[in-house]
């Protein structure tokens, strides 16, 4: 048709540059007389003439240029791949172009409704299929709907998963392009994916299907019937049903999930001949294409219709290993859908954190000061195994939540299309975080001591029973929830050392300017009604429900770290019960015994743990010291002060208040000390870290990701912090 635009029939086989790999293998299966939905191709030579013509090319440039890659991290990548996806939508196509797509669109379709496909040069080819990395867009309505969608699939060619990956897919702005196919959507009773070698079994096959449209079988929010077949016979091993309760239905404004009815739910989506044929389907795609093939179909009343096709590159880890040494499909696997993470949600909230608090209770409730010694050495080695039992859930569950506010990030910037790529963040903060619940607990016993300081004192030499009766409540409400956090170890402290580790932080708090956490429920629910009224009906009732569900995600992901903190507290708790019994043995100074340490030594009395530590080295200053160094704005704001550089929890007992925190990453852990500086600096990177999220809450400016931060900083160098632009200003000499 054009230089932009060509039809299926008219690809040349050889002209996969210019349509991608997703495209072409359609093409091969239609010249193989299989059926294909009818579609048109937008070439890559229509993505990288608009980018020619609109600036985006420096501007991607520029973004991927702001730290090396190297040296990012995951939340980086996904603050980077925003930012990007964020110039997309607001960039419009050059007139001309804009014309000849919607032309295009209207002229083959009409009004009927499409699918908007990724097709990039090298995806789904042999050995580097990446299926997942770019978007594709189910029930698209109109020319102006496909032309928004047309953009959004070119941005993903820089989404977050696809630059992890970025050296095994060559990206390079002057050199990458991103085609996209688009096709009419054929509705049919059933869909399913048929994998032509088993993922986990190489000698078996397999078929997947579920009733409607394949959206929930992708997305993982509907289990689907599975059919076990030999690979080489073909002969039918198992057939395993599923619980049939839901269907991906079309709405003119998307899709749904709905219920299905008693009668379809209770019959498979195929039969077993209907499956053995959808095998048959993907074998002919094997055969042409050489290699096992993952094949996605739809069933019609006309027969089996082939909507794509790519190889099987590698086998599924059904849980990818956080700890693994390449951790991509870990991260890649943090990416849910917002009907996976509405589910997620409720078992977080009714299940996982009120176990975390009764693990935590019962272990607190333990008399550890029974057990004689062997005994004390097991109950360590099971608190042990019951906090990584619980960590392993973080991982699994309470990370993959955060995608919930990074989802309603994509989804806020590409309705409303902000300036600031991070507006969205705004809505979310001024939630109830059990940070600030501590914070504002201390901020108490601070107030109290402003008018009696003579308490402090008592504190200080443990003397709780000396301090007015509402400071005593107070304290052991205190005490009993947060105290453990104060403690650089993480140890649950009683009520003496707990009074120890608090009376500095409660003299510099009753000492310094009062500052609560910031309150912006007004412009927020200003800012809330806007965002809203861009929708209406079902529209504006799933526009809340995704606000809801990110602010959830907002106030967990800083939350999970405290329920995770007691349980480890309690392990602490009894390590701490070894170690004093060591002392009282004769042991020099047990402190530094690691638990296993203390544990062997319960069981041995022969063992002697090593007494000394390794001193850590402080790091070098290099010789060349820059005066601006840049990260990410995190927090707006400017701040000057002093810089506090904090390596360890400990170091935290130098903090001066009006002083600005330089830390590796900010943890749950030392956030009690927001109320006390004027600004924060992390090396660790992201909109949406601990750090930030709490920086926010009391209006600090902050800049996240600065490379090399606590070396390039010094204690006591006044230093400037933007946090709108990202820069650190700083002096060339320190305040003494």
């Not at 993907?282 to 019609?300: F, K, L, N, Y």
Request: hydrophobic residues 40%; neutral net charge.
């Amino acid at each position: 048709m054009s230089r932009w635009i060509v039809t299926l029939p008219e690809i040349d086989i050889e002209s996969e540059a210019a349509v991608g790999g997703k495209t072409l293998a359609l093409v091969r299966m239609m010249r193989m007389r299989l059926p294909i939905p009818p579609g048109i191709c937008i070439t890559t030579h229509a993505y990288r003439d608009y980018l020619h013509a609109t600036g985006l090319t420096e501007r991607i440039r520029f973004e991927l240029a702001r730290k090396r890659f190297s040296e990012m991290r995951w939340e980086e990548v996904w603050d980077t791949a925003l930012r990007i996806r964020s110039l997309f939508g607001r960039t419009p196509l050059p007139l001309e172009m804009a014309d000849a797509l919607r032309r295009a669109v209207s002229g083959r379709f009409g009004d009927h409704p499409l699918v908007v496909r990724s097709s990039a040069p090298g995806e789904d080819a042999p050995g580097s299929s990446f299926a997942g990395l770019h978007e594709s867009f189910v029930n698209v309505r109109g020319p102006d709907e496909a032309l928004e969608r047309i953009r959004r699939v070119w941005a993903s060619l820089w989404s977050d998963a696809a630059l992890l990956y970025r050296r095994e897919l060559g990206l390079d702005v002057t050199r990458s392009a991103m085609a996209v196919l688009v096709q009419e959507l054929v509705v049919g009773e059933a869909s399913g994916v048929s994998f032509t070698a088993s993922p986990v079994a190489e000698d078996q096959a397999i078929v997947e299907a579920v009733h409607g449209l394949n959206q929930g079988l992708v997305d993982g929010t509907i289990t689907p019937d599975r059919w076990i077949f030999a690979r080489e016979s073909g002969a039918l091993l198992r057939h395993e049903p599923a619980v049939r309760e839901q269907q991906i239905l079309l709405r003119d404004t998307g899709t749904v999930a709905a219920p299905l009815s008693p009668q379809r739910a209770g019959r498979a989506p195929l039969t077993n001949r209907q499956a053995a044929d959808a095998l048959a389907l993907a074998r002919r795609c094997e055969i042409t294409h050489g290699t096992p093939q993952d094949v996605e179909w739809t069933s019609t009343d006309d027969g089996l219709l082939l909507l794509q096709t790519r190889p099987i590159t590698a086998r599924v880890t059904p849980t990818p290993d956080p700890q693994a040494e390449d951790r991509r499909p870990w991260y890649r696997s943090l990416t849910r859908s917002f009907a996976n993470l509405r589910a997620l949600r409720t078992r977080i909230e009714e299940e996982i954190l009120p176990g975390m608090q009764a693990a935590a209770r019962a272990l607190a409730e333990e008399p550890l000061r029974e057990l004689d010694d062997p005994a004390l050495a097991t109950e360590i080695e099971r608190r042990r195994e019951v906090l990584e039992q619980w960590r392993q859930c973080y991982w699994e569950d309470l990370i993959p939540f955060a995608h919930g506010m990074r989802l309603f990030g994509q989804y806020y910037n590409d309705v409303v299309r902000p300036e600031d790529p991070h507006e969205f963040v705004e809505l979310l903060v001024g939630g109830e975080l059990l940070s600030l619940e501590r914070n504002r607990l201390l901020e108490s016993l601070a107030a109290m001591a402003r008018a009696d300081e003579a308490l402090l004192e008592h504190l200080a030499r443990g003397d709780l029973a000396a301090t007015p009766p509402e400071f005593r409540a107070l304290w052991r409400q205190f005490e009993q929830r947060f105290a453990y956090q104060l403690r650089p170890d993480g140890a649950s402290p009683g009520a003496a050392s707990g009074a120890t580790e608090a009376v500095p932080l409660l003299r510099a708090l009753a000492r310094a300017p009062q500052r609560a956490a910031s309150q912006p429920q007004r412009p927020a629910r200003a800012m809330e009604e806007a965002f809203l009224q861009r929708f209406s009906g079902a529209q504006r009732d799933e526009a809340r429900a995704r606000l809801e569900l990110a602010r959830a995600s907002y106030r967990l992901r800083d939350d999970d770290n405290v329920y995770l903190g007691r349980i480890q507290a309690q392990l602490q708790r009894a390590a701490d019960e070894g170690r004093a019994r060591l002392r009282r043995r004769g042991e020099t100074d047990p402190g530094p015994f690691s638990d296993q340490e203390v544990e062997r030594a319960l069981r041995d009395a022969s063992f002697r743990p090593r007494t000394a530590r390794d001193a850590m080295k402080p790091t070098e200053a290099p010789a060349v010291r820059p005066r601006q160094i840049v990260g990410q704005p995190a927090g707006p704001g400017i701040a000057q002060g002093p810089a506090r550089v904090v390596q360890t929890p400990t170091d935290l007992r130098e903090l001066v208040a009006g002083e600005i925190l330089v830390c590796d990453a900010l943890s749950p852990a030392m956030t009690h000390v927001i109320p006390l500086v004027a600004g924060l600096v992390e090396r660790r990177g992201g909109m949406l870290i601990h750090g930030a999220i709490i920086a926010r809450e009391y209006g600090l400016p902050c800049v996240t990701g600065v490379p090399g931060a606590t070396g390039r900083i010094r204690s006591g160098q006044r230093i400037t912090v933007d946090g709108f632009t990202g820069i650190v200003t700083i002096a060339t000499h320190a305040t003494g």
